[in-house]
T-cell receptor
Framework: DAGVIQSPRHEVTEMGQEVTLRCKPI?????LFWYRQTMMRGLELLIY????????DSGMPEDRFSAKMPNASFSTLKIQPSEPRDSAVYFC????????????FGPGTRLTVT | DAKTTQPTSMDCAEGRAANLPCNHS???????VYWYRQIHSQGPQYIIH???NNETNEMASLIITEDRKSSTLILPHATLRDTAVYYC???????????FGKGTKLTVNP
């Protein structure tokens, strides 16, 4: 298996623009997670899905952020409008069974908002 | 908030065992201890987890004290590629959430 796939790997955009990050989880995994990592705040969970249903979005910073999982093999994290403080590395992770075992992380998307 | 305390940084000589401590004095009976690591510019990688008993896999060993208030991750023969930030995480059984603290920056020196 190719592991968790994220695209793009790097994104540079101007403030106010819409940004869409994409994730393909490992085939057969039932849970998907979006994390954000910054120097100041470390690695934070933004939202996670079980069987394509959002379970906990309490980590989503504000209404500018939204996430969807239209099917078991694809998820998006959208920021609109983007701001410089959104600059971070965004990781997607998936796990096989809810609440058990390990999460497998993708390589991340490095977002820079100027 | 993270429920664990780890040293900020540690050094280890290549080929020697690396012993990374973690304190989790408020751990409850149904909470597991997980270890992940993050090599520079990569996503976190699962290493090992345990509840009460010591665990070993191809990557590392996890030693949990009898009172479960602390644990040690052991990399038996550290290599330069083991240089990374190591995160000790307490996770409630059945919970999906991983709460990452600041971790320990392990540097393996030649």
């Amino acid at each position: 298996d190719a592991g968790v796939i994220q695209s793009p790997r790097h994104e540079v955009t101007e403030m106010g623009q819409e940004v869409t990050l994409r994730c393909k989880p490992i085939s057969g995994h039932n849970s998907l997670f979006w994390y954000r990592q910054t120097m100041m705040r470390g690695l934070e969970l933004l939202i996670y899905f079980n069987n394509n249903v959002p379970i906990d979005d309490s980590g989503m910073p504000e209404d500018r952020f939204s996430a969807k999982m239209p099917n078991a093999s694809f998820s998006t994290l959208k920021i609109q409008p983007s701001e410089p403080r959104d600059s971070a590395v965004y990781f997607c992770a998936s796990s096989l069974i809810a609440g058990v075992g390990e999460q497998y992380f993708g390589p991340g998307t490095r977002l820079t908002v100027t | 908030d993270a429920k664990t305390t780890q040293p900020t940084s540690m050094d280890c000589a290549e080929g020697r065992a690396a012993n990374l401590p973690c304190n989790h004095s408020t751990i409850s009976g149904n909470e597991y201890v997980y270890w992940y690591r993050q090599i520079h510019s990569q996503g976190p990688q699962y290493i090992i987890h345990g509840l009460k008993n010591n665990e070993t896999n191809e990557m590392a060993s996890l030693i949990i004290t009898e009172d479960r208030k602390s644990s040690t991750l052991i990399l038996p023969h550290a290599t330069l590629r083991d240089t990374a930030v190591y995160y000790c995480i307490v996770r409630e059984g059945g919970s999906e959430k991983l709460v990452f603290g600041k971790g320990t920056k392990l540097t393996v020196n030649p």
